[in-house]
């Protein structure tokens, strides 16, 4: 089987977290109010959660959960009181709410502080095929 690479900043490329935020949109049912993609450089998508908070993805550090300050399609999502999920930088769909639940409680992996996974600059790393899982899996 040959692996295909997609070429970075191309409509594709700029897109293919899409189905990833989907499934988690999904996974969070009812907590999820709305989702969209968020920048380029790094990529990133937001899901607003019920109750005012908020997740947010993105190609280097992964989710983060706080308070929904501002944002919208194409921007940057700003947060309050915010912590990282851990757990990589595609944490399991269906682990995101207890992931949540836990850093609501102040409890699990999460943190303040930021982690770094790896950099938007690598477009030849692996993580495109990653990503490229998760649009498979939606669309079967």
């Given at each position: 089987?040959?692996?295909?690479?997609?070429?970075?900043?191309?409509?594709?490329?700029?897109?293919?977290?899409?189905?990833?935020?989907?499934?988690?949109?999904?996974?969070?049912?009812?907590?999820?109010?709305?989702?969209?993609?968020?920048?380029?450089?790094?990529?990133?998508?937001?899901?607003?959660?019920?109750?005012?908070?908020?997740?947010?993805?993105?190609?280097?550090?992964?989710?983060?959960?706080?308070?929904?300050?501002?944002g919208g399609p194409g921007s940057c999502t700003v947060?309050?009181?915010?912590?990282?999920?851990?757990?990589?930088?595609?944490?399991?769909?269906?682990?995101?709410?207890?992931?949540?639940?836990?850093?609501?409680?102040?409890?699990?992996?999460?943190?303040?502080?930021?982690?770094?996974?790896?950099?938007?600059?690598?477009?030849?790393?692996?993580?495109?095929?990653?990503?490229?899982?998760?649009?498979?899996?939606?669309?079967?």
């Amino acid at each position: 089987m040959a692996v295909r690479h997609v070429e970075p900043y191309t409509d594709e490329w700029r897109h293919q977290p899409v189905s990833y935020l989907r499934l988690v949109a999904e996974a969070l049912g009812a907590q999820a109010e709305a989702w969209w993609e968020g920048p380029c450089d790094p990529r990133a998508g937001t899901i607003r959660l019920t109750g005012g908070d908020a997740l947010v993805w993105d190609e280097e550090s992964g989710w983060r959960w706080g308070r929904f300050v501002s944002g919208g399609p194409g921007s940057c999502t700003v947060l309050a009181e915010f912590r990282y999920l851990g757990g990589g930088l595609l944490l399991r769909p269906e682990r995101v709410p207890a992931a949540v639940a836990e850093a609501r409680a102040g409890v699990g992996n999460s943190t303040a502080w930021r982690p770094c996974y790896r950099s938007y600059r690598h477009h030849r790393d692996g993580f495109d095929l990653a990503l490229d899982h998760y649009a498979a899996f939606a669309g079967a």
